[in-house]
């Protein structure tokens, strides 16, 4: 199993580009989530799912869109991306009471 | 609501020496509570996890950690750090039942010295 994987793991966006970030899970997990992290602040929930077709907002969605058609993916999009969004972002999916996490992609947007 | 608060941003250590990480949660009703552990340059991976039964829980790499209900603690311990301890460790809490939704602590940045 290769478990939660991220592309791209490094980009540089300039303002107002938009991207989509991809996350793909081979555990045949429902739930998955979406997550910043910034220096010193942990981790913030950008957007969450349950299942195929149902997405719902986590605590910092602004700015970003998901879509999750299959089981195994669930990518965010980022439309117009602002130097707020610079920040490494962490794709994550959940077994019983575990989280499984991927190597995460770090975004700059200049 | 349930909210997490790790004590120490950063915590420093020598090599050999006793390793306790602080984590002090806020829920109404008893939670269930995760450590999870980051290496550089890499993602989160559960390092133990409390759920119901024992309270004192062991994890990988020797760590332990103790649920203490009369003081909302949660902290994770290690008899005597190695230099390969070095990483950033956040203390996390969700409720039992409904959805999967934990809140995570900020972090607490462990730092071996040989």
């Known amino acids: 199993n290769a478990g939660v994987t991220q592309t791209p793991k490094f980009r540089i966006l300039k303002i107002g580009q938009s991207m989509t970030l991809q996350c793909t899970q081979d555990?045949?997990?429902?739930?998955m989530y979406w997550y910043r992290q910034d220096p010193g602040m942990g981790l913030k929930l950008i957007y969450y799912?349950?299942?195929?077709?149902?997405?719902d907002k986590g605590e910092v969605p602004n700015g970003y869109n998901v879509s999750r058609s299959t089981t195994e993916d669930f990518p965010l999009r980022l439309e117009l991306a602002a130097p707020s969004q610079t920040s490494v972002y962490f794709c994550?999916?959940?077994?019983?009471?575990?989280?499984?996490f991927g190597p995460g992609t770090r975004l700059t947007v200049l | 609501a349930q909210s997490v608060t790790q004590l120490g941003s950063h915590v420093s250590v020598s090599e050999g020496a006793l390793v306790l990480l602080r984590c002090n949660y806020s829920?109404?009703?008893?939670?269930?509570l995760f450590w999870y552990v980051q290496y550089p340059n890499q993602g989160l991976q559960l390092l133990l996890k409390?759920?119901?039964?024992?309270?004192l829980v062991k994890g990988i790499n020797g760590f332990e950690a103790e649920f203490k209900k009369s003081e909302t603690s949660f902290h994770l311990t290690k008899p005597s750090a190695h230099m390969s301890d070095a990483a950033e460790y956040f203390c996390?809490?969700?409720?039992?039942?409904?959805?999967?939704?934990?809140?995570f602590g900020r972090g607490t940045s462990l730092i071996v010295h040989p």
């Open positions: 996390a809490v969700r409720p039992p039942g409904g959805s999967y939704i934990p809140t």
């Open positions: 799912s349950v299942g195929a077709g149902i997405t």
């Open positions: 409390y759920t119901t039964g024992a309270t």
């Open positions: 994550a999916s959940k077994s019983a009471n575990e989280q499984f």
């Open positions: 555990m045949n997990h429902n739930y």
């Open positions: 829920s109404s009703v008893p939670p269930y």
